[in-house]
C-alpha cells in the first residue's frame, strides 16, 4: 500500500524535475498529478507487452499513479500493471495503484458469444443474482464487489489496492431509480468499509463518466452531496471512524468542461447543504475529496488540436501537453490520468509536469 513515507521519498527523488505543483496532496501523502490510464487497446500480448514497457517507463520517470480495472482489456490491464510495478525501481509503498469494479468482466478475451460467457460464469454460477443485474454487464452488489475486489487483487499481485471506485454506477439508473441506486451504492460502500478496515483498500470512491456532469432530470445524474451522505451512513453502520470515500473519478478537459460549468450539486456538505449549486469539481474541492480526470486528452483527440482560444493561454511544448495542463488547472484536480499504452507517450505525458497549469484566476478567466 502506498504511504505517507514512500509517496514522500517519491517525491523526493524526482520533485526536482517538475514545476513546483506537479506533486500534490493525496490523503496524508502525495502522488504525481499525471497519471497512468490504462482503458485503451485490444486484448493482446502486443498491447499487453507495450503497457508493461510504457508504465514501467512511467514510474521510472516520475509518474506514482496508476489507475485500472477488472474490465479493463479483459483484465489484462490489471495483470499488467502488475507486472510493471514489479519491474520498476519504484517500491510498492511510492505508488498509488486504483481500480475499480462494477462492470461483468471477460477473462483474457472477448468471448465469440458475450450473453452466453455472462450467463455461465456470472448467473448460472451465482456470483451474480439476475435481480443485481443492469443492462447484462453491470452490477454493484457487496456479494460481487466482494468477488471483484479479490479478483483484482489476484491479477494485480498485490495485498491491497489504494484506491477501489464502485464503476459507473448510473449504470444501474438504466434499470432502477436514483433513491435505488443510492441504497445499492450505501450497501457496497458498507462492504467497501469493512474491507478497508481489514486491510484490503486504503480509501474507496466512485469512478464515473455521467452521473455526476448532467443535469437532475437527466436518466444518468446522480447527486454527489447524496453519494457522501450515503458514505457517511456506511461508516457509521460499520462503526469506522470516518468515511473512506476519498475520490471521485470523472471526464475532464478542454471540450468537456461540464464538470467545472455545470452547477448541478448542492453546496456544502453533509446536513450542511444550502439551496445554492455547484459544479462536481468545485463540490468535491469543497469537502475534501480528491478528483482524478479521465479522458483529459480526450482519447487522444486533443493531442492533435486545442480550441485556440484555450490553447494560447497554456503552456506546453505540444497540444497534448497544454490539454493534460488544461486539466490539471480545474479546481480540486489532484490527478489527471492519460492513456499511456505505448512507450512513445510516456515521455511526452511526463514532460507536461514540468509546466505550471493555469493559476485560478487564469482558469476562471476561460469561463468567463
Known amino acids: 500500500m502506498a504511504t505517507r513515507e514512500g509517496t514522500w521519498r517519491y517525491r523526493d527523488r524526482f520533485g526536482d524535475s517538475f514545476a513546483r505543483t506537479y506533486f500534490r ?54 495483470r499488467v500493471v502488475g507486472e510493471a510495478l514489479r519491474q520498476s525501481s519504484a517500491d510498492r509503498d511510492e505508488v498509488v495503484v486504483a481500480t475499480k469494479g462494477g462492470f461483468l468482466p471477460f477473462d483474457g478475451d472477448r468471448p465469440d458469444d458475450p450473453a452466453s460467457y455472462v450467463r455461465e460464469e456470472f448467473l448460472r454460477s451465482g456470483l451474480v443474482d439476475p435481480d443485481d443485474l443492469a443492462v447484462g454487464s453491470h452490477c454493484i452488489a457487496p456479494e460481487f464487489l466482494d468477488t471483484q475486489l479479490d479478483w483484482s487483487l489476484d491479477n494485480l499481485g498485490l495485498d491491497s489496492v489504494d484506491l477501489y471506485y464502485v464503476h459507473n454506477p448510473e449504470t444501474q439508473r438504466r434499470v432502477r431509480s436514483e433513491s435505488a441506486v443510492y441504497d445499492r451504492l450505501e450497501a457496497a460502500f458498507e462492504r467497501l468499509e469493512e474491507r478497508r478496515a481489514e486491510g484490503d483498500l486504503r480509501y474507496y470512491g466512485v469512478a464515473t463518466w455521467e452521473a455526476f456532469r448532467v443535469p437532475p432530470d437527466h436518466d ?14 456506511a461508516a457509521d453502520s460499520v462503526g469506522a471512524d470516518d468515511s473512506g470515500l476519498q475520490a471521485i473519478q470523472l471526464p475532464f478537459n478542454v ?28 463540490y468535491a474541492h469543497e469537502v475534501g475529496l480528491d478528483a482524478f480526470t479521465s479522458a483529459s486528452i480526450g482519447q487522444g483527440d ?67
Not at 71 to 76: E, G, S
Not at 311 to 340: K, W, Y
Not at 352 to 367: K, M, R
Open 220 to 233: 444518468s445524474y446522480l447527486s454527489l452531496p447524496a453519494v457522501v451522505r450515503r458514505a457517511e451512513r
Open 255 to 282: 471540450t468537456m468542461a461540464d464538470a467545472v460549468t455545470r452547477e448541478v450539486h448542492e453546496s456544502g456538505s453533509g446536513s450542511e447543504t444550502t439551496d445554492a449549486a455547484t459544479s462536481a469539481l468545485r
Open 302 to 368: 486533443l493531442a492533435k488540436s486545442i480550441p485556440a482560444e484555450v490553447d494560447e493561454r497554456l503552456s506546453g511544448d505540444t497540444h497534448a501537453q497544454r490539454a493534460i495542463n488544461f486539466a490539471r488547472s480545474a479546481p480540486g484536480v489532484t490527478c489527471s490520468l492519460v492513456g499511456t499504452g505505448t512507450p512513445a507517450h510516456v515521455a511526452e505525458n511526463v514532460a507536461s509536469g514540468t509546466f505550471e497549469p493555469l493559476g485560478a484566476g487564469a482558469f476562471d478567466d476561460v469561463f468567463a
Open 25 to 78: 496532496r493525496f490523503g496524508d501523502g502525495v502522488c504525481s498529478s499525471v497519471g497512468v490510464g490504462t482503458y485503451l487497446g485490444d486484448p493482446t500480448d502486443e498491447a499487453d507487452d507495450a503497457y508493461r514497457e510504457a508504465i514501467t517507463t512511467a514510474l521510472d520517470s516520475g509518474i506514482n499513479v496508476l489507475d485500472t480495472a477488472i474490465n479493463y482489456r479483459c483484465q489484462r490491464s490489471e
